[in-house]
C-alpha cells in the first residue's frame, strides 16, 4: 500500500482517510443513522449539518430542507459503510458520495482505531495514547 494511504509514518505526515457523504431529509434519520455508524464501528466520526437542496426528481424541481452526514472512515471501512447507510437509509436513490483525504497522521491513526471492531480496537488505543502522552478528545 503506497504510504499516502497508510495510517503509519512519522509525525507530521499525513495519511489518507475516507470521507463519505449522505443526505437525509429529517434531523431524527440524521440523527438514527450517525449514531448507528459510529456504533457499528463503520465511521469515526459523524457530523451533520442542515442543509438546502436544490435538484430535479421525477420530472420536477424541488428545494428542500435536508440534512448532510459527513462520516470520516478508515479507507477499508469504505465499502461496509456504504453498504449501511444503503441498507439503513430512508431514500430510493440516496446520495452516497466517496472522497479520499489527506489527514495529519495522529488523526488518521485515531479514525483507523476508531473503525475497527472493539476487540481490534483496544490494543492500539492504548499503544496511541501511551506513545502520545494524552487521553484528550480528538478534533474532529
Known amino acids: 500500500m503506497p504510504e499516502?494511504?497508510?495510517p503509519?509514518?512519522?509525525a507530521g505526515q499525513g495519511a489518507s482517510i475516507a470521507i463519505v457523504t449522505t443526505t437525509v431529509d429529517s434531523a431524527g434519520d440524521a440523527d438514527r443513522l450517525a449514531a448507528l455508524m459510529?456504533?457499528?464501528?463503520l465511521a469515526a466520526c459523524v457530523q451533520v449539518q442542515q442543509i438546502t437542496a436544490h435538484y430535479?426528481?421525477?420530472?420536477?424541481?424541488h428545494r428542500d430542507v435536508e440534512w448532510r452526514l459527513t462520516c470520516k472512515t478508515a479507507m477499508d471501512?469504505?465499502?461496509a459503510l456504504l453498504a449501511a447507510l444503503a441498507e439503513e437509509h430512508p431514500y430510493d436513490l440516496p446520495q452516497l458520495l466517496v472522497q479520499t483525504a489527506r489527514a495529519e497522521l495522529r488523526y488518521a491513526q485515531w479514525v483507523n482505531e476508531q473503525t475497527r471492531p472493539p476487540a481490534q480496537s483496544l490494543a492500539g488505543t492504548?499503544?496511541?495514547k501511551a506513545?502520545?502522552?494524552s487521553s484528550g478528545r480528538p478534533n474532529r
Open 77 to 79: 471501512r469504505v465499502d
Open 4 to 6: 499516502s494511504q497508510s
Open 56 to 61: 430535479r426528481w421525477q420530472a420536477a424541481l
Open 131 to 133: 506513545a502520545s502522552g
Open 38 to 41: 459510529v456504533e457499528r464501528c
Open 8 to 10: 503509519t509514518g512519522r
Open 126 to 128: 492504548r499503544a496511541s
